[in-house]
């Protein structure tokens, strides 16, 4: 669900340091249907990039994530009731959503999915809000709510629905008081949490001798990160590419930054480095020394000193915990690329 944040990372060329955070409630929601082994039904609750809580068909309640979500359930028992008997209601109605769609585009039992995006954001210097709905049936964009009539548009034809006075009025009020009301309580809890720093660890790794170098740093909080490759002390734009930032399990982050070097002469390595920008840390700079890539093809990589000094072989990242939310995050990554 990007809607303006679905990783809440921004690149831009030349232009580093990280921006003031703003807080944000979302809400990633599938409907599946035609599809075995995994729940029909799975609705993930997020604060920032932090996972809350999740709700699926199968177990038909909310589990949260975090003692400070336990102690805010208990705190607060009317809301997380309200949350669940939300995800119900959008349970049955997606469903009923498939069938229409499926009998509107002529389609027959095969998998389809419908997924519904929506959350609202708060930025605690100048107190302005923000918010985003939107629902992408089988990977394609379906529905977009405008924030300024509270109506929804059919995508891509761009047809206006407005359902009336009362369902305009519904909206804003979930939007701009209901949403911001339950982000500001759930930051209360988990602010220690979300404010928290960690250190990235960062390696140089190459697959084989003809591949490019990899920068690549893992385990570092927040997840608004900056690495890039410098020359002689200027930045490189041109054979880089910058991957995304992707979550650890542990609620950490990782990403990686490849540099092309295959016109490059080993003797000229040196003249590189991979930097790192954390806000609230120091930057972290490290030398494109031979001796220093980790490579996954034995002992005899191409170091200055003849070979790598150990067998090293390349990071396997574990990104999803359980099946449910490994369904839910690549029906997510395909709508926003198909989105893109």
Aim: charged share 25%; net charge negative; hydrophobic share 35%.
């Amino acid at each position: 669900m990007e809607m303006k944040a679905l990783i809440g990372l921004l690149l831009l060329a030349g232009c580093h340091g990280v921006s003031s955070v703003i807080y944000s409630l979302k809400y990633f929601i599938t409907e599946a249907s035609g599809v075995s082994n995994i729940p029909e039904f799975v609705g993930v609750a997020m604060l920032n990039e932090l996972q809350m809580g999740c709700y699926d068909s199968n177990s038909q309640k909310m589990v949260l994530n975090h003692s400070w979500m336990d102690q805010c359930a208990r705190d607060y028992p009317d809301v997380l009731k309200d949350i669940t008997l939300r995800a119900q209601g959008y349970y049955q109605g997606m469903k009923a959503d498939i069938e229409r769609l499926k009998k509107r585009f002529k389609q027959t039992g095969d998998v389809h999915t419908y997924q519904f995006m929506s959350g609202c954001e708060w930025d605690d210097e100048d107190n302005a809000t923000d918010g985003y709905g939107r629902y992408g049936y089988d990977g394609e964009d379906h529905l977009a709510l405008d924030m300024k009539t509270w109506t929804w548009t059919v995508l891509p034809q761009q047809v206006k629905l407005d359902e009336g006075s009362a369902a305009r009025g519904f909206l804003k009020n979930y939007y701009n008081k209901v949403c911001i009301s339950w982000l500001k309580m759930f930051l209360t809890y988990g602010r220690s949490t979300l404010q928290r720093t960690e250190r990235p660890e960062v390696s140089l790794l190459q697959r084989s001798p003809s591949s490019p170098v990899v920068c690549h740093a893992t385990g570092f909080y927040p997840e608004r990160v900056v690495v890039f490759w410098r020359r002689d002390g200027e930045e490189l734009y041109e054979h880089v590419d910058h991957g995304e930032v992707l979550p650890n399990p542990d609620g950490t982050f990782q990403v990686s930054v490849d540099l092309n070097l295959t016109l490059v002469p080993q003797e000229d390595w040196r003249r590189y480095e991979c930097v790192v920008q954390l806000k609230g840390i120091e930057d972290i700079s490290i030398l494109l020394d031979p001796a220093l890539v980790r490579t996954n093809w034995g002992k005899t990589g191409p170091g200055r000193d003849g070979g790598v000094k150990s067998e090293i072989t390349t990071p396997i990242i574990i990104v999803c915990v359980v099946l449910l939310l490994a369904a839910v995050a690549a029906g997510v990554v395909v709508y926003k690329k198909r989105k893109r």
